[in-house]
């Protein structure tokens, strides 16, 4: 047997289903060789670390803590979205917008004056603007 | 009861059948997660996001295939998206930083007393640069991996889940295989070379340790 040949029959080996007469070969090809050999046993050392792996199980209380999270999810609708929703939805979305402009327009006339007033830096206000030349004055000079 | 008559109950507004479905599913759904993120708090929370999706997608059931199968699908899909966000790195970037820093997260169940420092840090190397090398295989060898090594399931049914035929199934899991027996034998050269410098850093400075 050579090294291609064993390293192909290496994973049935493991799993015990080569035939008599091919395991006895693919073992007598591991005592002999060095390089199979260490791959045979890198393979063994895969298998025990996921075995390992697989005897991890998840706590007790998991159900509880999914069924927990399903009751206080916001999200507990289903992703799909029903045709009812399907025009609800921008018709919602347009009604808040017409609103949020009428208020807007609605805000902005009753606090019109307040905000100019309050936009209007403190030195600026206290200026007497009738005591000021005329720009006009200026540029006919 | 059957899953279907299950679900048919769920979608009719008996939200608590859906204990049902968790309660027989959830060891199948953690262990697949087990399998792409080799953590057990990592598989947990994934277990949980995967079992909500499965709820608020349970409409899109139609049946046409088994309930497990549907589920196997939203498991595989959210595993690997966890995946992406978790790595940036290529494999053996990740390593080489592994063999740096030495200190892997607890993936083993609780080791007993008799376990010693050094043998207890052998079985984490040992198990990081496997799970590095599985990592490293390509999304479609890794999910036939894991579905056939940690879940045990038949060809037939991984190509049920991957909605593709048997035989694609089968040359799939033999390229998995050859590709994984490469990586793991340069994986394990490198931790070998890296042992190796340990053991001659620790019986050089022996005497200062006495
Ligand atoms: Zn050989």
């Given at each position: 047997?050579?090294?291609?040949?064993?390293?192909?029959?290496?994973?049935?080996?493991?799993?015990?289903?080569?035939?008599?007469?091919?395991?006895?070969?693919?073992?007598?090809?591991?005592?002999?060789?060095?390089?199979?050999?260490e791959?045979?046993?890198?393979?063994?050392l895969?298998?025990?670390?996921?075995?390992?792996?697989?005897?991890?199980?998840?706590?007790?209380?998991?159900?509880?803590?999914?069924?927990?999270?399903?009751?206080?999810?916001?999200?507990?609708?289903?992703?799909?979205?029903?045709?009812?929703?399907?025009?609800?939805?921008?018709?919602?979305?347009?009604?808040?917008?017409?609103?949020?402009?009428?208020?807007?327009?609605?805000?902005?006339?009753?606090?019109?004056?307040?905000?100019?007033?309050?936009?209007?830096?403190?030195?600026?206000?206290?200026?007497?603007?009738?005591?000021?030349?005329?720009?006009?004055?200026?540029?006919?000079? | 009861?059957?899953?279907?008559?299950?679900?048919?109950?769920?979608?009719?507004?008996?939200?608590?059948?859906?204990?049902?479905?968790?309660?027989?599913?959830?060891?199948?759904?953690?262990?697949?997660?087990?399998?792409?993120?080799?953590?057990?708090?990592?598989?947990?929370?994934?277990?949980?996001?995967?079992?909500?999706?499965?709820?608020?997608?349970?409409?899109?059931?139609?049946?046409?295939?088994?309930?497990?199968?549907?589920?196997?699908?939203?498991?595989?899909?959210?595993?690997?998206?966890?995946?992406?966000?978790?790595?940036?790195?290529?494999?053996?970037?990740?390593i080489d930083s592994f063999l740096q820093s030495a200190k892997g997260?607890e993936?083993?169940?609780?080791v007993s007393d008799t376990d010693n420092p050094e043998s207890i840090l052998i079985r984490q190397e040992n198990s990081k640069w496997?799970?590095?090398?599985?990592?490293?295989?390509?999304?479609?060898?890794?999910?036939?991996?894991?579905?056939?090594?940690?879940?045990?399931?038949?060809?037939?049914?991984?190509?049920?889940?991957?909605?593709?035929?048997?035989?694609?199934?089968?040359?799939?899991?033999?390229?998995?295989?050859?590709?994984?027996?490469?990586?793991?034998?340069?994986s394990y050269k490198k931790i070998k070379k890296h042992r190796r410098k340990n053991i001659s850093f620790v019986s050089n400075h022996k005497n200062e340790l006495k």
């Amino acid at each position: 047997m050579n090294c291609q040949l064993c390293q192909k029959k290496l994973d049935a080996y493991r799993e015990g289903i080569l035939s008599d007469d091919m395991r006895t070969q693919v073992k007598a090809h591991l005592k002999l060789c060095a390089e199979c050999g260490e791959s045979y046993r890198i393979q063994l050392l895969a298998d025990s670390v996921v075995n390992d792996e697989k005897m991890i199980i998840p706590d007790n209380d998991l159900t509880s803590r999914i069924m927990a999270r399903l009751e206080n999810s916001t999200e507990t609708g289903y992703r799909n979205i029903s045709p009812f929703r399907k025009v609800l939805k921008p018709a919602l979305i347009i009604t808040s917008l017409a609103a949020a402009i009428f208020a807007g327009v609605l805000i902005g006339n009753i606090y019109k004056p307040s905000v100019r007033e309050l936009s209007q830096p403190l030195e600026l206000a206290l200026i007497d603007d009738v005591a000021i030349e005329s720009v006009d004055i200026l540029s006919n000079q | 009861m059957t899953d279907s008559e299950v679900i048919i109950k769920i979608l009719s507004g008996d939200r608590d059948k859906f204990r049902v479905l968790v309660e027989k599913y959830q060891s199948m759904v953690f262990r697949t997660c087990i399998g792409f993120l080799h953590d057990k708090d990592d598989a947990d929370d994934l277990t949980q996001d995967i079992f909500l999706q499965a709820y608020q997608s349970l409409n899109g059931f139609k049946g046409e295939a088994s309930f497990s199968t549907w589920l196997y699908r939203i498991a595989v899909n959210a595993s690997l998206n966890k995946v992406r966000k978790k790595t940036g790195h290529p494999v053996f970037q990740r390593i080489d930083s592994f063999l740096q820093s030495a200190k892997g997260k607890e993936v083993f169940p609780p080791v007993s007393d008799t376990d010693n420092p050094e043998s207890i840090l052998i079985r984490q190397e040992n198990s990081k640069w496997v799970q590095n090398a599985l990592d490293s295989l390509p999304e479609n060898q890794r999910t036939a991996i894991v579905l056939s090594k940690y879940d045990d399931l038949s060809q037939k049914e991984i190509a049920d889940i991957l909605n593709t035929t048997e035989g694609a199934i089968e040359a799939l899991i033999q390229r998995a295989k050859a590709n994984l027996r490469v990586k793991l034998s340069y994986s394990y050269k490198k931790i070998k070379k890296h042992r190796r410098k340990n053991i001659s850093f620790v019986s050089n400075h022996k005497n200062e340790l006495k």
